[in-house]
């Protein structure tokens, strides 16, 4: 298959796959009558948990990477902030912000890669890069602005926290385009989750999980989705994404982050969330945004070499 149409493949299922994931995070902190089941800080480390021992067959088999400092501490941005603040992050901005209104802050990712690539990687934008990520992201200011308002104080701490990890997201592509072309994506991606595993065992059993399946009402069902979010929604995809990135631009992998409030919106359907013509507008001038970054630039570039 053209690579180009496997990149593409792959930006429509990870914006699928990442799209649930925000609702698989609430659904394995609540019930759907609101009761609670996990904290927050218990769904992040099960999350890390379970997507790290779902690629430690892999990683041990590349332990022999990590004896290389450089490579040791790349890994370690990538695991860090790439994976696992993030999930920290995300799952205590929900417990205040609802999912669809968590995956339209996730995308200010493009904006912080384009920023570190430019600013640090010296990496050149065209014209129709610029413009492309101009009306996206114009598009996701107004997506954003025409859900639920936060309420409180509290909850611009909780929209703050997915800014912080929009950040980490960025500053871990980045470090894979640039500095890890060397190794292949599943070394990466599970190399860079087996760093972070003794961590996560630690937050395990601080937080008494084990005691909180044993004892919580629905402990169980709320378990198989943060399951689900962790071998498909994180194990599985990152290493897709690791791939994609590998075989595209930053701007192009980062542009799932575009797509990922759309999927996010309408999975919320299902879930009795109302969306609105101001989001429906938005979410096209978002799609906008992509085809002009991606697509006219690719034919631009295409032109260019027949040339």
Known sequence: MNLTYQNWILLFFLSFVWGSSFILMKLGMFTSTGAA??????????????????????????????????NLRLLSIVGLAGNFLPAFLFTY?????????????????????????WGIFKSKLTNYQLIGVFIG??????????GSAPKGGASWLHIGAIVLATLCYAISLNTIKYTLNHIKSIEITSLSFAITLPISIAITFVTDIPQTLLETPNAFQGFSFIAILSVIGTALAV???TKLISNSSILFASSVT?????????????????????????MILVLCGIFMANVLT??????????
């Open 239 to 241: 290493v897709l994404f």
């Open 37 to 70: 089941i996990f904290s927050d800080t218990q769904v992040a480390a099960l999350r890390m948990l379970l997507a790290s021992l779902t690629l430690l067959p892999f990683a041990i088999r590349k332990f022999h990477l990590l004896k290389s400092l450089r």
């Open 298 to 307: 690719n034919r631009k570039s295409s032109q260019r070499i027949k040339k």
């Open 258 to 282: 575009y797509l990922i409030p759309i999927v996010a919106l309408l999975i919320g359907l299902v879930f009795d969330e109302p969306i609105n013509i101001y989001q429906i507008t938005s």
């Open 93 to 117: 901005a929900e417990t205040e912000l609802p999912s669809g209104y968590a995956g339209m802050l996730n995308s200010f990712t493009p904006i912080f890669a384009l920023i570190i690539g």
């Open 137 to 146: 992201t114009t598009g996701i200011v107004l997506l954003t602005l025409s």
